[in-house]
């Protein structure tokens, strides 16, 4: 950047002893020695090495670190099974209200009934959704949402006396975290491979359920952004032998008003509110993965859930609770704004859906020739393409770095060679996704050479990322 | 349509024709079992309709007065500066940083929260953040077990807050209790299967605790040692990686973050570097680029979830990057001058409220335990103090249920306040 020496130039470089980037109100108390209230080894004897910056200097550092930064607002971000679309900025509005920006998580229920309130009605609202008719806020992001309902499902078999239960099936399209959740909650993890759709292949499936199942972690649409048509059929293999299926809400966007995860009998399900509810993803995080249950499961939800009673709303601990999984009400504040999102958009969350399938869909055609399609039927709310024969997805998502978009979600699914996995979300207007599909043609006929040598309109250029693991620097 | 999707009816019908479908029924014709019915959901609201229920519903919480709570989540002042930065649109709207070309403002802010954790701590090197304080917690009981290849099983001290404990045991971690005397742990009676010992400072009840005991203890038994640390009190403390922890984790939120009701918050952990395997989250690193020029990457990725999958050392997908980004700004505005006065104001304006209670007849509950900002102070019936501070407009401390009440005094706190709280407390009876 133009004004630094390097492009890493670090916060830390940019100050110098004795400078300050913020006034404290004055003392106006005796100020404590320390040395009297405590133990001499207690006391910290070398400062630790902080940036040293005016207020100016740190404003600027980050507003610059800022530009270097894509976002939604900035470029087309068709990251696929991520969402992301346009985040209303009267999220931000409410979050930022100090009724509740200010509001300590253990003041007593009686002093926090407004926040109560929005987390009663937004279990009311996800319960409406999934048609599943209980809920829980508490899981603070999707892959714990995934670990509350499998350690849910575990506790259930547990309580039911049932010893047997060791597996977690997974299809061959999960997202990682399906096995990996299913690990650390003690499972081992088993996978079901697909059928010329895309779809869990249920053949497959009837002859890998048994008595030691517990679950099955399938994802709707799937990864493929294919819609598992056979839901209902695949639930009853499932129950036959006693065992829960489990869908994973990532793709949510696509389901909205069109699908009840409860009518294909699905058991429990987790959301990510910070997708499907546009809350928004903040570089990574945070996020919210509220889950969704049945009545058999609903007495193991995590601690606490919100209940309304005569004299107002309270916390409750469902009867054979898990636990807690955060250390207060999870992320409350991402749950405000989702229940503002939805409040934003009432029955009319069906458009949602029908804006972001039709978007899907348009890329799909327009793409179609160019591009191989091994899944090309309709898709929902995302498309999963590959390059055409000898070039590589890594080289066209660079390449459409230096045309200004954001790379879709690059080899995932896992089942897709070299996949480029497109969701294009609600948000985007049809020039918007003409242009792209304009690049993407554009990038198909490229030669191989230009291609390996993009981006070089981006800050950097691709990285050397062996050299990052292999000289660990990791800090200062 | 809607405000946040563009399309018209002409666009809808161009692009149906596309794809080859007449309407939009058609594009789920898939889909089974299909909702035909409505979604049964409040009507639609403008943007100005809904923002004027959130303050409504924001009108029935208590707000805009004196806390003295605390109990892992503490008000302090936050810098307007902070807002500014992390309400950036190139901040706020972007997602995991997969392509680095793109995404060096999250990746080298990532790499300054690491190192300033780094620096607070004396370890070598930190993640990207988990979700909050009782995750970090948990995510390094499990990290200990997978460390010493024991089965997952940590002693904890009385003194760890019991909701972090709680976690840690819904994530299937079997938990066993030191004794504890007089406020401060007897970590002198390790069991020897346990995987960790865990020990908080300030703990639970705002005591300094002796976390080089606590160390060598685990070290003994050929355990590991993990501080829970509050991130301001690392200002005038001294930094668990010099007194023998192994792992050092804990709540950021008083580092710049709001309230909001318990979150998002972001927990850090960090670590020794041949630990490093074993550490769970995202890691930003540095490194250069085909040019040359220095740039950060998120790097060590295959120990996680999306290469390794059921292999990984966590499920965990998220970083707080935004609340993260926060602390880091919160850290760089304080510098370390700042944040020691940001302890120092803290802890001389709970000594004066302790000792101005103590005045006024009132037990601390350890009288003898060495304490920052946070202490229990025993009350004749806490409840009825409480209600009497909330009707003089003061946001009382932690009812613990036992004739105690854990007060937290922070740098916002003003002596009028503390005078007019001991006061109330003391004609409360």
């Given at each position: ?35 009297k ?9 070398e400062q ?22 894509w ?10 099974s ?8 009267a ?22 009934q ?19 008719s ?12 995934e ?81 598992e ?60 993965g ?18 309304k009673t ?98 879709p979600?690059?080899?995932?699914p ?51 990322e ?7 620097k990791?800090?200062? | ?10 666009d ?37 309709e ?20 605390g109990?892992g989540a503490?008000?302090r ?20 940083p ?15 929260f690491?190192s300033?954790?780094?620096e ?9 953040s ?25 002693a ?11 976690v ?8 066993v209790?030191?004794?504890f ?12 299967d ?14 300094v ?7 060598d203890?685990?070290h003994?038994?050929?355990a ?40 998002p918050?972001?927990?850090?952990m ?31 990725r ?11 050392n ?58 920052l ?10 409840e ?5 501070l ?18 937290a005094?922070?740098?916002k ?12 407390v003391?004609?409360?009876?």
């Amino acid at each position: 950047m133009l004004g630094e020496r390097s492009l890493g130039s670090l916060i830390r470089n940019k100050g110098r002893e004795g400078r300050r980037g913020y006034t404290l109100p004055k003392p106006d108390v005796e100020k404590t020695d320390l040395k009297k209230v405590l133990p001499k080894k207690s006391l910290r004897k070398e400062q630790p090495g902080l940036p040293e910056v005016d207020e100016p200097t740190a404003i600027r550092h980050y507003t610059n670190l800022s530009r270097k930064n894509w976002g939604i607002d900035t470029n087309f971000y068709p990251l696929g099974s991520c969402t992301m679309k346009h985040n209303p900025r009267a999220n931000e509005a409410a979050a930022a209200v100090p009724g509740f920006a200010g509001l300590h998580p253990l003041q007593p229920e009686k002093g926090a009934q407004g926040a109560l309130r929005v987390m009663h009605e937004l279990q009311g609202f996800l319960s409406e959704i999934s048609g599943l008719s209980a809920v829980s806020l508490q899981p603070m992001a999707g892959a714990q949402g995934e670990l509350t309902s499998i350690l849910m499902v575990r506790r259930y078999f547990e309580d039911a006396g049932d010893e047997g239960r060791t597996t977690v099936l997974v299809p061959s399209t999960a997202h990682g975290t399906n096995p990996a959740t299913a690990s650390m909650a003690g499972f081992k993890s088993l996978e079901v491979g697909l059928d010329e759709h895309g779809c869990v292949d249920v053949d497959e499936l009837r002859g890998k359920v048994d008595a030691s199942t517990a679950a099955l972690m399938i994802t709707n649409p799937n990864t493929c952004g294919v819609y598992e048509r056979n839901i209902a059929e695949i639930a009853g293999v499932l129950h036959e032998k006693g065992a829960f299926l489990y869908m994973d809400g990532a793709n949510m966007n696509a389901n909205l008003g069109r699908m009840r995860p409860a009518d294909a009998t699905v058991d429990i399900m987790h959301f990510n509110l910070h997708k499907t509810f546009s809350t928004p993803h903040g570089g990574g995080g945070p996020g919210s993965g509220a889950i969704a249950c049945s009545e058999a499961l609903a007495p193991f939800r995590p601690d606490p859930v919100v209940e309304k009673t005569d004299e107002g709303y309270r916390f409750a601990r469902p009867e054979k609770s898990i636990g807690r999984v955060s250390t207060f009400h999870g992320n409350f504040g991402v749950l405000l704004k989702a229940w503002n999102y939805i409040r934003m958009h009432g029955p009319e969350l069906r458009d949602v859906t029908d804006m972001a399938v039709l978007n899907a869909n348009y890329v799909r055609a327009r793409l179609r020739g160019a591009y191989r399609i091994p899944y090309d039927e309709l898709c929902k709310h995302e498309v999963v393409v590959q390059p055409p024969k000898g070039k590589k997805a890594l080289d066209v998502a660079k390449g459409l770095i230096d045309h200004g978009y954001h790379p879709p979600t690059i080899y995932f699914p896992l089942v897709v060679k070299e996949a480029m996995l497109i969701e294009p979300t609600e948000t985007e207007s049809k020039e918007t996704l003409d242009d792209f599909v304009g690049a993407m043609l554009e990038l198909a006929e490229s030669e191989q050479e230009d291609l390996e040598k993009a981006p070089t309109q981006a800050p950097t250029r691709r990285l050397d990322e062996t050299r990052a693991a292999r000289q660990l620097k990791a800090r200062w | 349509m809607a405000r946040f999707t563009p399309h018209t009816e002409a666009d809808i019908q161009e692009m149906l024709e596309a794809i080859g479908v007449e309407t939009l029924d058609d594009l789920f014709a898939d889909v089974s079992p299909k909702l035909e019915d409505p979604l049964d959901l409040p009507p639609v609201l403008s943007e100005y309709e809904a923002l004027k229920d959130v303050e409504a519903r924001a009108g029935e919480n208590v707000s805009g007065l004196p806390i003295f709570l605390g109990a892992g989540a503490y008000d302090r002042i936050t810098p307007s500066a902070i807002g500014a930065i992390t309400g950036r649109g190139e901040f706020l709207t972007s997602y995991t940083p997969y392509q680095p070309e793109v995404s060096q403002g999250h990746l080298q802010a990532v790499f300054e929260f690491q190192s300033v954790i780094s620096e607070l701590t004396s370890l070598d090197v930190s993640n990207a953040s988990v979700y909050e304080g009782a995750n970090a917690v948990a995510e390094a009981a499990l990290m200990t077990a997978r460390l010493t290849k024991r089965d997952p099983k940590v002693a904890v001290s009385a003194g760890l807050n019991p909701r972090y404990r709680e976690v840690v045991e819904t994530y299937g971690v079997e938990v066993v209790e030191l004794a504890f005397d007089g406020g401060i742990t007897d970590s002198s009676a390790v069991p020897d299967d346990v995987s960790g010992v865990f020990v908080q400072s300030p703990n639970f009840f705002g005591v300094v605790e002796d976390i080089e005991a606590a160390s060598d203890a685990a070290h003994g038994v050929g355990a590991l040692c993990v501080a829970v640390c509050d991130p301001i009190s690392l200002s005038v403390l001294e930094a668990p990686g010099n007194l023998g922890a192994d792992v050092a984790v804990g709540e950021a939120q008083p580092l710049g973050m709001p309230l909001i009701f318990g979150g998002p918050y972001a927990g850090y952990m960090a670590t020794h570097e041949k630990f490093v395997r074993q550490l769970p989250g995202r890691i930003a690193g540095e490194t250069v680029d085909k040019d040359g020029k220095l740039a950060y990457v998120l790097t060590l990725r295959g120990r996680e979830q999306d290469i390794r999958r059921a292999r990984a050392n966590s499920n965990i997908c998220t970083n707080q990057a935004v609340t993260a980004l926060a602390a880091t700004v919160y850290a760089a505005l304080m510098g370390p001058e700042g944040l020691r006065e940001v302890a120092d104001l803290s802890i001389s304006k709970a000594h004066y409220l302790a000792d101005r209670l103590q005045v006024s007849g009132f037990k601390l509950r350890y009288p003898d335990a060495p304490f920052l900002w946070e202490f229990a102070v025993e009350l004749p019936d806490v409840e009825r103090a409480n209600d009497a501070l909330l009707d003089n407009g003061i946001v009382g401390g932690l009812d613990l249920g036992d004739g105690a009440m854990l007060v937290a005094v922070t740098e916002k706190r003003t002596k009028e306040e503390l005078d007019a709280f001991v006061e109330v407390v003391a004609n409360a009876g």
